[in-house]
């Protein structure tokens, strides 16, 4: 079964950082549309990033522009997500997907997590003092 394996998370207070990685075994992240989500107790799944093939575009949902940022590395098939500045609002599991089959991401893809095949368990992230 090919599914995504998130690593990196943890607790931190407030303006700390994280980075949190995301790999397929078995699977070549570079010819996929890929995603971060997030979601947080009693709260609906929410698209932090997602992040198209190689010279294909780049969105990140508007509330953590600047802050946390989506990128991959091709040579060691790695999805990752640098979380600077962090806010105790940040605080959810944040789960690594992929779109199977689209290279390319739309803006809208956020919003769509149902869009997206194949799912990581999701790494559990908590900003506090």
């Known amino acids: 079964q090919i599914q995504p394996v998130e690593s990196g998370g943890g607790s931190v207070q407030p303006g700390g950082s994280l980075r949190l990685s995301c790999v397929i075994p078995?699977?070549?992240?570079?010819?996929?549309?890929m995603a971060w989500f997030r979601q947080a107790p009693g709260k609906a799944r929410e698209g932090v990033a997602v992040?198209?093939?190689?010279?294909?575009?780049?969105y990140h949902f508007d509330s953590v522009k600047g802050r946390l940022t989506a990128s991959r590395d091709i040579t060691k098939n790695i999805l990752y997500l640098q979380m600077n500045s962090l806010e105790p609002e940040d605080t959810a599991i944040y789960y690594c997907a992929a779109k199977s089959g689209r290279p390319y991401c739309a803006r809208a893809d956020l919003g769509t997590p149902g869009d997206f095949d194949l799912w990581g368990q999701g790494t559990q992230v908590t900003v506090s003092s």
């Open positions: 992040v198209s093939i190689v010279g294909g575009p780049t």
């Open positions: 078995g699977y070549n992240i570079g010819t996929s549309c």
